[in-house]
């Protein structure tokens, strides 16, 4: 197991480490209880997405709470 820990903007570090690692996927998880593509709202989600230049996986809960 590895822990990353960076400091900044999650659309910062998270696209930043995507590129540095040269993924293929991101794999996002999604908390919103309305349904997946509400959580994207005004929120840094969005952010994130916009600046990725990989495809992104969003799993939703299988149990909302």
Known sequence: RNLHVEE???EDTI???A???NVNMLVMG????????SAFKGNAAR???NK??????????RHPH
């Open 8 to 10: 900044g903007l999650p």
């Open 19 to 21: 590129r540095r690692l």
């Open 52 to 61: 990725l230049r990989t495809d992104l996986f969003i799993v939703k809960p």
């Open 47 to 49: 952010n994130i997405i």
């Open 15 to 17: 696209s930043n480490e």
């Open 30 to 37: 999604s908390a919103e209880r309305k349904g997946m593509f």
